[in-house]
T-cell receptor
C-alpha cells in the first residue's frame, strides 16, 4: 500500500473486554513500531519488530499487552481485560531500515481506543 | 529525568518570522534524531532527520545537532499559518518528547 494503514480507526471497548488493533505497514518495510499516545503527550514506545522478530517489548505497560507480527508484515496489538487507563491513540509506524538508529519511520493514522 | 525534554509552549510567532524549537536528550550515546509535525487529531509526520553534528537544511526547515551539549533544534524560516502544529522531537525511534505547540499568527 501507499502508506501505513491501521484498523479500526476508532474502538470503544467496555472495561474488561479484549481488543485487537491491526497495522498494515508499508510494503517491504522491515521495521515496525507500536506507540501509545495519550492526549497532550508525545508517543510512548511500546514495542519494536524487525521482520517477525520482536526485538524490544520493554515499553509494554503490563502483561495484558501483547503484540505479534507472525509473517513479518501485518502486526496486531492485543490488549486483554482493558482498563480505563488504556484509553489512548495507538500508533503504528514502519521503516525500511533494519536498525533503530538509522531509520526514518512513517506513521499510520492511529487507532483511538476508548474504554468505558 | 525524561529521555527527551521539550518546552511544551505554546510558542507563538508572527507570519514570516523564524520559529525556533528546542530539544534536549539524556542518552549521550544516541545517534539519530528526528523532528515530526503533528496536526491536531492527526498522526505524526516526519519533517527532518539528523545524524551528525551541525546543521541540516531542507527548504524552510533547518535542524541543528550538538551532541556534546545533547541538544537538537529545529528552525522554521518564513513561518506560515499552515506551520501551526505540535512539533515532536524523537531520539532514535524509541523516545519522543511531549511536543511543542506552535502557532503562527497571520
Amino acid at each position: 500500500g501507499a502508506g501505513v494503514s491501521q484498523s479500526p480507526r476508532y474502538k470503544v471497548a467496555k472495561r474488561g473486554q479484549d481488543v485487537a488493533l491491526r497495522c498494515d505497514p508499508i510494503s517491504g518495510h522491515v521495521s515496525l513500531f507500536w506507540y501509545q499516545q495519550a492526549l497532550g503527550q508525545g508517543p510512548e514506545f511500546l514495542t519494536y519488530f524487525q521482520n517477525e522478530a520482536q526485538l524490544d517489548k520493554s515499553g509494554l505497560p503490563s502483561d495484558r499487552f501483547f503484540a505479534e507480527r507472525p509473517e513479518g508484515s501485518v502486526s496486531t496489538l492485543k490488549i486483554q481485560r482493558t482498563q480505563q487507563e488504556d484509553s489512548a491513540v495507538y500508533l503504528c509506524a514502519s521503516s525500511s531500515g533494519t536498525g533503530v538508529e538509522d531509520t526514518e519511520a512513517f506513521f499510520g493514522q492511529g487507532t483511538r481506543l476508548t474504554v468505558v | 529525568q525524561k529521555e527527551v525534554e521539550q518546552n511544551s509552549g505554546p510558542l507563538s510567532v508572527p507570519e514570516g518570522a523564524i520559529a525556533s524549537l528546542n530539544c534536549t536528550y539524556s542518552d549521550r550515546g544516541s545517534q539519530s534524531f528526528f523532528w515530526y509535525r503533528q496536526y491536531s487529531g492527526k498522526s505524526p509526520e516526519l519533517i527532518m532527520s539528523i545524524y551528525s553534528n551541525g546543521d541540516k537544511e531542507d527548504g524552510r526547515f533547518t535542524a541543528q545537532l550538538n551532541k556534546a551539549s545533547q541538544y537538537v533544534s529545529l528552525l522554521i524560516r518564513d513561518s506560515q499559518p499552515s506551520d501551526s502544529a505540535t512539533y515532536l522531537c524523537a531520539v532514535n525511534q524509541f523516545y519522543f518528547g511531549t511536543g511543542t505547540s506552535l502557532t503562527v499568527i497571520p
